[in-house]
């Protein structure tokens, strides 16, 4: 359920006037370093492998999300091509995302295409097979071309994974679709946006009893079969719990799915997700422009605003 918290920081994530007035601040984008992995491919790299070191993968994530000038939806696929050959000489089994938005959707699906396309010509041929081009989810207007650009990739030999949200009534028949197509990896997130009842369960009950469902039909054996990597991306230690438990029921050991959880968000979960033996993949966002995400970060969770007011206050 999205709450009116969120739906105003959303709104504030989305205002191009306070963006730039928030990013001109040296305090509050000290602040996010908490949540942003760094400001340039190089840092974002060190952040990946820094992370390695403690047993935990990366998605990597060029910051930028509902981008209105073309200019900016080319830079951002110029910092994937210049990342990814740079993962795949650190044998990295890092993902990288990427929002439809963020390479041109926004402005017009033509320029989005041109631009995905460029960015599958420089997809490293011989890449790890769990290293994916994960392509996340924006509000609902955006799912039918989101998945029509995952068919694109793949269909020009990138390894294009998509995240599905629990929240929309019509995801369980897109898992089911995206299945019969061998999607080769799955990440399920609750959904972050605020969409009607109508389209979209409104209550965290239904939503996490949604999420289950679907985790179900991820591990189940008809996924195993049609070679899916299920990733189930959440903070919920409860649906956590219940998602181990309904994978050992499966059959499937830690290693053939994966958790997943925001770069700086509850650290000790991540520990303890670790500690249990599971995989866990940190989603790590770089680049300038840095306020959008961070507000989201903290409509998702208000406690999240002590960082900018300490920030703010000079501590
Ligand atoms: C790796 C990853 C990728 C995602 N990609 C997408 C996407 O493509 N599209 C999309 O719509 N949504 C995406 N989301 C967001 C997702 O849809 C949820 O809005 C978000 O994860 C909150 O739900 P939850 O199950 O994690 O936690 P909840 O059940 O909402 O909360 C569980 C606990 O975690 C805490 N918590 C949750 N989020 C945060 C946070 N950000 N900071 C601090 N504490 C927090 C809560 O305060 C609470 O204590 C993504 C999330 C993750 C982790």
Redesign the pocket.
């Known amino acids: 359920m999205v709450s009116v918290w969120q739906s105003f920081m959303i709104a504030l994530a989305r205002s191009g006037s306070l963006t730039r007035f928030v990013q001109r601040n040296p305090r509050i984008s000290s602040a996010a370093s908490q949540?942003v992995g760094g400001t340039d491919e190089d840092s974002a790299l060190r952040t990946a492998l820094a992370l390695k070191q403690q047993g935990i993968r990366a998605?990597l994530f060029f910051l930028g999300e509902y981008i209105t000038d073309p200019a900016i939806t080319r830079q951002t696929v110029d910092s994937l091509q210049r990342l990814l050959p740079a993962l795949d000489a650190h044998g990295l089994d890092t993902h990288v995302?990427v929002?439809p938005t963020q390479i041109g959707y926004a402005i017009r699906p033509e320029l989005g295409e041109e631009n995905a396309l460029r960015l599958a010509a420089s997809f490293p041929a011989q890449h790890s097979t769990r290293s994916f081009l994960m392509?996340?989810?924006?509000?609902a207007s955006y799912v039918d071309c989101t998945i029509a650009l995952r068919s694109l990739l793949a269909s020009r030999g990138v390894p294009a994974a998509i995240?599905l949200?629990?929240?929309l009534r019509r995801t369980e028949s897109d898992l089911a679709s995206l299945l019969r197509d061998r999607v080769p990896c799955v990440?399920l997130?609750?959904?972050?946006?605020s969409e009607p009842g109508g389209i979209a369960w409104t209550h965290?009950a239904e939503i996490?009893a949604a999420?289950l469902r679907l985790a179900a039909v991820m591990l189940s054996d008809q996924a195993r079969e049609s070679g899916l990597f299920p990733?189930f991306?959440?903070?919920?230690?409860?649906?956590i719990d219940s998602i181990r438990a309904l994978a050992r029921e499966s059959g499937s050991a830690p290693g053939e799915y994966e958790f997943?959880?925001?770069y700086?968000?509850?650290p000790k979960?991540q520990a303890k997700i670790l500690a249990a033996g599971d995989q866990l993949?940190?989603?790590v966002p770089y680049g300038a422009h840095w306020w959008p995400y961070t507000a989201?970060?903290?409509?998702?969770?208000p406690?999240?605003l002590i960082f900018v007011w300490r920030a703010l206050a000079g501590r």
């Open positions: 949540f998605s995302s929002d392509i996340d989810m924006e509000d995240t949200q629990a929240y990440r997130v609750k959904g972050a946006f965290s996490s999420y990733v991306a959440t903070h919920n230690e409860a649906l997943e959880m925001l700086g968000v509850r979960l993949r940190l989603y989201r970060r903290i409509g998702e969770n406690q999240n």
